[in-house]
């Protein structure tokens, strides 16, 4: 009996530790794809959304690329009639002097 039970609690200890690493490498992997957002995914373009009159009709500010993705393919599904205009976000213009 005494084999039989070591080998038990040595079977149960190595699940446990297995069952650690896993869980430390999923926090590790879920901290690595949260930094990565935070770095591919800031704020980098305005976006303004005109239709063939002049006339604004939607105006984004601070978007990131995937917003980007999103606007461009909502724009191929409408009409040829709209215009949009990208910027770089954040960018300051100095006056001449």
């Given at each position: 009996?005494?084999?039989?039970?070591?080998?038990?609690?040595?079977?149960?200890?190595l699940?446990?530790?297995?069952?650690?690493l896993?869980?430390?490498?999923r926090?590790?992997?879920?901290?690595?794809r949260?930094?990565?957002?935070?770095?591919q995914?800031?704020?980098?373009f305005?976006?303004?959304v005109?239709d063939?009159?002049?006339v604004?009709i939607k105006?984004?500010?601070?978007v990131?690329?995937?917003k980007?993705n999103?606007?461009?393919?909502?724009?191929h599904?409408?009409?040829?009639?709209?215009?949009?205009t990208?910027?770089e976000?954040?960018?300051?213009i100095?006056e001449?002097s």
């Open positions: 009996m005494g084999k039989l039970r070591f080998a038990a609690m040595l079977g149960k200890t699940g446990y530790i297995s069952f650690g896993t869980q430390t490498l926090f590790t992997g879920s901290i690595a949260k930094i990565s957002d935070l770095v995914n800031k704020a980098q305005n976006i303004t005109i063939k009159n002049g604004v105006e984004y500010t601070g990131t690329q995937v980007v999103e606007v461009m393919t909502a724009m599904h409408l009409h040829d009639n709209y215009k949009v990208i910027e976000y954040d960018v300051t100095q001449p």
